[in-house]
């Protein structure tokens, strides 16, 4: 008896622990971005720095409002593509496909998870963008479309490959949350008359709106804070986004360029960078809780 005590004395004990430590971790991260990247806005000056269209460090000229906007548009784009795509595509998994398709498609999504980014971003670069490129090119676009112009590196491109990334984070825990609404909601649905897919759409799906909305929160994060195949297919180009199929560079791409030869007041205007993004995300969180759950769940 003792011996069980001292047991689940230990694990509490060690579960306690290492919640202490992900809770400093998080504590630490947030003291190291504010106490440097504060300073260094209020140095540039606030609305210089968040409002700010040019970008030149060369002259101190530090405005981050090309790459806000880069962030942004790159995350709506891969919102547009991925969700519907990940959504239905976990629908599928979870109400109307086979075994023997599930047990393709399940490895084939989690193969899709464990690909690292870069692999992603050389995908974009040799195949997206020349695709892109001859599309832009085509007389379709140029007669029916009225684009002029356009880069394989755009907006587009990026958004795609971004949507294609976060598919693999949405489909699982969108499935995983389907699955776990009670069978009774389906069969009571279709006791008063549904059909198979009205149940799912309209009984199923609903209880399952928190995962669905969790499993998007995590497709954005995924988005917004995604580096290295972006930086390889939107072109980088610091100033204003001027459209879909122009390039652009996110918030990401500008710290990690950079960063390897910034020193003293370049150096902390990226940190800062790393603020903004860093508040975005918290913002973003803050949206969808209040979404899920209203004002008293977020």
Not at 157 to 186: F, H, N, Q
């Amino acid at each position: 008896m003792k011996t069980a005590h001292l047991r689940e004395g230990i694990m509490q004990a060690v579960f306690t622990a290492c919640a202490c430590i992900s809770i400093l971790a998080v504590v630490l991260i947030c003291v190291f971005l504010f106490a440097n990247g504060l300073p260094t806005i209020g140095k540039i000056g606030p609305l210089k720095f968040l409002l700010g269209t040019t970008w030149k460090p060369g002259n101190d000229i530090y405005g981050i409002l090309p790459m806000i906007l880069g962030s942004l548009y790159v995350t709506a784009g891969a919102i547009i593509v991925g969700v519907p795509v990940g959504l239905l595509t976990a629908i599928y998994l979870s109400r109307f496909s086979t075994p023997s398709i599930k047990r393709v498609m399940l490895p084939a999504v989690q193969l899709l998870a464990g690909i690292p980014s870069v692999v992603y971003g050389f995908f974009g670069m040799i195949v997206l963008v020349p695709a892109v490129q001859a599309m832009v090119k085509s007389d379709f676009f140029k007669t029916v479309l009225h684009i002029k112009g356009g880069k394989g590196m755009s907006l587009f491109t990026a958004s795609v490959l971004l949507g294609i990334m976060i598919l693999p984070t949405i489909i699982t825990v969108s499935k995983t949350s389907l699955d776990a609404v009670p069978e009774s909601y389906y069969e009571g649905s279709l006791a008063l008359g549904a059909t198979h897919e009205r149940s799912v759409f309209y009984a199923v799906l609903p209880a399952a709106k928190s995962g669905v909305l969790s499993a998007v929160i995590l497709g954005i994060g995924r988005a917004i804070g995604e580096t290295m195949a972006v930086v390889m297919v939107a072109g980088n180009q610091t100033w204003m986004p001027k459209g879909l199929f122009q390039g652009l560079r996110t918030m990401t791409s500008n710290i990690v360029i950079e960063m390897g030869y910034s020193t003293d007041l370049h150096r902390e205007a990226l940190i800062a960078t790393g603020v903004v993004l860093f508040v975005f995300i918290l913002l973003i969180n803050l949206c969808f809780s209040v979404l899920k759950g209203g004002k008293d769940h977020a």
